[in-house]
Each structure stands twice: as C-alpha cells, then as structure tokens.
T-cell receptor, first 108, second 113 residues
Framework: DQQVKQNSPSLSVQEGRISILNCDYT??????FLWYKKYPAEGPTFLIS?????DKNEDGRFTVFLNKSAKHLSLHIVPSQPGDSAVYFC???????FGAGTTVTVRA | DAGVIQSPRHEVTEMGQEVTLRCKPI?????LFWYRQTMMRGLELLIY????????DSGMPEDRFSAKMPNASFSTLKIQPSEPRDSAVYFC???????????FGPGTRLTVL
C-alpha cells in the first residue's frame, strides 16, 4: 500500500510561473517530510524538508507547505526555471515511504 | 568524497541468473538504503542498514532478494534467481541518520531478459 501519493504524474509550466506539486499521505505517524529532485540517469538529490511541527519551510525559490489535518503537503517553485525540469518525489519519514513522483516540464 | 558509488551502472542478464549489485556509501554515514524504482510503483524502499546491521527488510519483495553489509564501506543486493519483473533501476543511498537527507548513488539499471 502506498502511504504517500502523488496523484499528478506530470506538470507543465511556463518559465517564470509558479509550479505547485502536491502530495498526500495516509500515515499519521509521519513526522518529517522530504522532497527530492531527480534528473534522468542520475540518483535523486535532496531538495527541501519539513518537520511535522511546522506548516511551512522556505529555501530560496522552493517552499514546502504542510497541512496536517488534511494530510497534504505541497511544494511551490517560484519562479520556475528550465533547470527545474525533473522528476520530483515527496517522502514521509517514520517508516520511509516515497511517492511515485511528478515529472515537471518547464517551457521556455 | 566521491559520493555514493554503485556498480555496475547497467546490467543485462537472462532469467534465472544470479545478479549482484554493489554499493559503497559515503564515508561516515551510518545508514545505508536500497531502493528500487519502477514506472508503476515509483521509489520503493527495499531494506536499510544502521551500522552494518539490517534494520528493516520488509520491503524486500521475495526470498529471491537478499542484502548484506559486511562492513561500513560496502553493501550488496543479490537477486537469485532473477526474473524479468525484477527489471528496474536500483538505487543505493546513505545518510548520517534516518531522518537526514539521503545521498543517492547513480543507480544500476537492471534488465532481465
């Protein structure tokens, strides 16, 4: 059973606009969430994380929002750049569980 | 540090053959993780080690899969016998602690014919 779900397999956005990636989870034991970014033929790389005691964490162009009551988190990328085109995975930590990923394409 | 090293990068084998994937974690990292990536299921955690000891192998799909970590700088994931449905990209990752960011290797693309 997938405890972390990314229901949008792909997202296309114009350069300079906002990218919003969504992630839902079912396990209320998760106390830490992470986002990873993956380019083709490479391993995932860590992007940003958030503890369950927070509802927002920001790092440059990347902001993660957590809504515990809805068991939902989102990643905002503002502004989107062509180099952001990649697959993004969200993960919940307690027992590590990754979503299936969302492929982001940023159009010039 | 060179990062997490995996070998081979690509492996093509025939059904029934034994496959061994190798991983060298980042020096000083106490945790090592093995993942499998498929189109259908995304990234699945297979097993992880803490200080060379397997902690959770509940993600290992079948008894055909086994993993070892004989020392802090080396781990193997073995599939015996391999089947076509094992075809996937296998990643190894290491981290300082369970909740710290994980550093992934480049992956091994396995194709079982």
């Amino acid at each position: 059973d997938q405890q972390v779900k990314q229901n949008s397999p792909s997202l296309s956005v114009q350069e300079g606009r906002i990218s919003i990636l969504n992630c839902d989870y079912t396990n209320s034991m998760f106390d830490y969430f992470l986002w990873y970014k993956k380019y083709p033929a490479e391993g995932p790389t860590f992007l940003i994380s958030i503890s369950s005691i927070k509802d927002k964490n920001e790092d440059g162009r990347f902001t993660v929002f957590l809504n515990k009551s809805a068991k939902h988190l989102s990643l905002h990328i503002v502004p989107s750049q062509p180099g952001d085109s990649a697959v993004y995975f969200c993960a919940g930590a307690y027992k590590l569980s990754f979503g299936a990923g969302t492929t982001v394409t940023v159009r010039a | 540090d060179a990062g997490v090293i995996q070998s081979p990068r690509h492996e093509v084998t025939e059904m029934g053959q034994e496959v061994t994937l190798r991983c060298k974690p980042i020096s000083g990292h106490d945790y090592l993780f093995w993942y499998r990536q498929t189109m259908m299921r995304g990234l699945e955690l297979l097993i992880y080690f803490n200080n060379n000891v397997p902690i959770d192998d509940s993600g290992m799909p079948e008894d055909r899969f086994s993993a070892k970590m004989p020392n802090a700088s080396f781990s193997t994931l073995k599939i015996q016998p391999s089947e076509p449905r094992d075809s996937a990209v296998y990643f190894c990752a290491s981290s300082l602690s369970y909740r710290d960011e994980q550093f992934f290797g480049p992956g091994t693309r396995l194709t079982v014919l």
